[in-house]
C-alpha cells in the first residue's frame, strides 16, 4: 500500500500564503504525474493543480490560475503546493494524489492513491 503523506495545513487571513507538502514513496514517485486536489464542506472533491512526471508541465483549476504554484523535487519525492493571495473560498481539505500515468489529468479515476489531506483554513 503506498502511503502519501500531506503536510504544511493550517489557518492564516485572507491574502496571506501556505505551502502544502507531499511525501511519496521514491519507486511509486518518479515517472507518475502527481496532483493536488481539494474539498469544501458541502462540496464535492475538485481537481486544483497537477504537476507531470518529470515536472515539465502542469495545470490548474481556474479559480487558482496565478495564485497556486506546484512543483516536484524527484529526487527527494515531495510535492509542494505554494499557495498565495488565498481567500476564503480556499478553504477545504486539500489532498495530495498519485496519477497511474506520466501525464496528468484532472479525473479523480486517473488517480490510484491519495492522502489523508490536510485542512487549509482561510478566515477574512
Known amino acids: 500500500q503506498v502511503q502519501l503523506v500531506e503536510s504544511g495545513g493550517g489557518s492564516v487571513q485572507a491574502g496571506g500564503s501556505l505551502t502544502l507538502s507531499c511525501l511519496a514513496p521514491g519507486r511509486t514517485f518518479r515517472g507518475n504525474a502527481m496532483g493536488w486536489f481539494r474539498q469544501a464542506p458541502g462540496k464535492d472533491r475538485e481537481f486544483v493543480a497537477g504537476?507531470?512526471?518529470?515536472?515539465?508541465?502542469?495545470s490548474y483549476a481556474d479559480s487558482v490560475q496565478g495564485r497556486f504554484t506546484i512543483s516536484r523535487d524527484n529526487a527527494k519525492t515531495l510535492v509542494d503546493l505554494q499557495m498565495n493571495s488565498l481567500k476564503p473560498e480556499d478553504t477545504a481539505v486539500y489532498y495530495c494524489?498519485?496519477?497511474?500515468?506520466?501525464?496528468?489529468?484532472?479525473?479523480?479515476?486517473?488517480?490510484?492513491?491519495w492522502g489523508r489531506g490536510t485542512q487549509v483554513t482561510v478566515s477574512s
Open positions: 494524489a498519485r496519477n497511474r500515468y506520466y501525464d496528468f489529468s484532472i479525473q479523480q479515476d486517473d488517480y490510484d492513491y
Open positions: 504537476i507531470s512526471g518529470s515536472g515539465g508541465s502542469t
